[in-house]
RNA sequence: GGCGGGUUGCCCGAGCGGCCAAUGGGAGCGGACUGUAAAUCCGUCGGCGUAGCCUUCGAAGGUUCGAAUCCUUCACCCGCCA
């Protein structure tokens, strides 16, 4: 377990910290006793996804040791929204960040304390810019941001070209002025974020030195990517969401086992609170025997749990090993295949009257988009009925075909599956 | 407010009256190899009742036998001038 002190050295190891301001500064600060630190979430979407969760587990090692959180949604941000090369955003409704407020606000919540001497507590940033003053804005904050400095920075810079508005311009002023009132009003002394947040956490340490001769500390975390530099997070239902029903915990874990080797032992550091020792040798092992996918297991089965709960997380390992497991399908009870793909997803068909042909059924439980795409699956040699490649796109699967329990077992490609229930 | 440029499929981007469901790249998807990795190679990539039909090229009208391509109006974006 980490310590005040030595906090630090663990983020350290785990690869967490891109960029701090004065790290011995920070080191020694951090030893002082419970330090107070923030981190902010804009409610952008519905739900948080995997390039939070780093924040959020990076919030979580430190109030493990000893440290006290304050986590800010962005009531008021995410009715703005920070600057990003893909262009401007489009606003969304006061009502819709609002609802999206409390659906983070309930994401978060699990992962903290809100107990004992060093309680995490929440604060939105719309408590203290709604009645805000646009004079007392351009006054007490404004001035302090010279428009030079604004423009160099590198998000502004690159989007100079294709536009920005004053809005997204305007951003890091709220930024700062958030990490300003936390640091006046609960002592907040650090704020970390993103790496791309980093100019946004600086400038917020440097409105307090200005304004309050005060010392603010900041530290961002790494932009995680795949082996060939681009981003993560990407599934067929979009970004790595956490909320399970924007995306299922099985394809959550689905995604984990799927991570590539070269990166296991960097995500086992970021995302799992497994010890150094149990990291290092899992990615002994790993790099040993890579074709046991020992790292992947463990990984999915850490993270999925963090997230989903570890009763959910057997449920979904037991069905990956019924799926998965190179055996004969028409030997697993129907029991189990009906475990298994709920977990997966499934839907029910008709067993008589009405019944679906393959291209149908490649559409109802959502592994084709339209008819079209399901016809392609199949003449490309990519669909599959109980482990079986479907050559036929008339093929009418009837109760013949049923496994236990009156199962029928889609798959597309090698790793896309759903059941059907005939009834 | 004036003038000029632009708005094309998930993204970027060609096309500038018929040969356009629309070149190319990326992403995605499938296959081969393997380990439910990576890399590579091949295929595919609007919809449907798939040798045919339907709906797409910012929106609405119009010209024409025929329009993503021409005209008009509107919306939005970019630039220059005021």
Redesign the pocket.
């Known amino acids: 377990m980490s310590t005040h002190a030595n906090v630090l050295d663990d983020l350290e190891w785990r690869g967490l910290i891109a960029n701090s301001t004065d790290r011995d500064a920070l080191h020694s600060h951090l030893g002082s006793g419970s330090v107070r630190y923030y981190v902010g979430f804009d409610p952008t979407a519905p739900s948080l996804h995997m390039g939070h969760l780093v924040q959020v587990l990076t919030a979580r090692r430190l109030q493990e040791a000893g440290h006290t959180p304050y986590l800010l949604v962005g009531g008021a941000t995410g009715l703005i929204g920070d600057p990003r090369d893909?262009?401007?955003r489009t606003l969304n409704a006061l009502d819709t960040v609002k609802e999206w407020v409390d659906k983070v606000r309930g994401q978060l919540e699990p992962f903290l304390s809100f107990e004992g001497p060093n309680a995490a507590t929440m604060v939105n940033n719309y408590d203290w810019t709604a009645s805000l003053s646009t004079i007392d804005f351009l006054r007490d904050i404004g001035k302090h941001f010279p428009v030079n400095r604004m423009l160099a920075r590198d998000t502004v810079r690159r989007r100079?070209?294709?536009?920005?508005?004053y809005t997204e311009f305007s951003y890091v002023l709220l930024q700062s002025m958030d990490f300003l009132n936390l640091h006046r009003d609960h002592g907040v002394t650090l704020q970390f974020g993103g790496s791309d947040q980093w100019g946004n956490l600086t400038a917020g340490a440097d409105l307090i030195r200005r304004v309050e001769q005060g010392h603010a500390h900041a530290f961002s975390t790494p932009l995680l990517t795949?082996?060939?530099g681009?981003k993560y997070g990407?599934?067929?239902g979009g970004a790595l969401w956490l909320d399970p029903e924007m995306l299922s915990p099985y394809a959550f874990?689905?995604f984990w086992?799927?991570?590539?080797?070269?990166?296991i032992g960097e995500l086992l550091r970021v995302f799992t609170f497994l010890s150094h020792d149990e990291i290092t040798d899992l990615e002994a092992r790993?790099a040993e025997k890579?074709?046991?996918?020992l790292?992947?297991k463990a990984l999915a089965r850490e993270v999925t749990s963090l997230v989903h709960g570890s009763e959910e997380t057997d449920r979904i390992?037991a069905a990956?090993?019924a799926?998965?497991?190179?055996g004969d399908l028409r030997a697993l009870p129907g029991t189990t295949l009906a475990a298994a793909l709920v977990e997966a997803g499934s839907v029910t068909a008709p067993a008589g009257d009405g019944r679906l042909g393959v291209?149908?059924l490649l559409?109802e439980t959502g592994?084709?988009?339209?008819?079209?795409?399901?016809?392609?699956?199949i003449?490309?040699?990519?669909?599959?009925l109980n482990n079986e490649?479907v050559t036929d796109a008339d093929l009418v699967p009837g109760p013949d075909d049923a496994l236990d329990g009156g199962w029928l077992v889609l798959?597309?490609?090698?790793?896309?599956l759903a059941g059907v229930q005939l009834v």
């Not at 003449?379 to 599959?384: C, F, K, L, Q, V």
């Open positions: 893909s262009g401007e100079l070209d294709s536009g920005i508005s795949k082996s060939d681009t990407k599934t067929e874990y689905q086992l799927n991570v590539e080797d070269a990166k790993s890579p074709f046991l996918r790292g992947q390992e990956s090993a799926l998965f497991g190179g291209v149908d559409v592994l084709a988009k339209s008819k079209g795409e399901a016809r392609r699956t003449s490309e040699g990519g669909a599959y490649r798959r597309r490609g090698k790793k896309n």
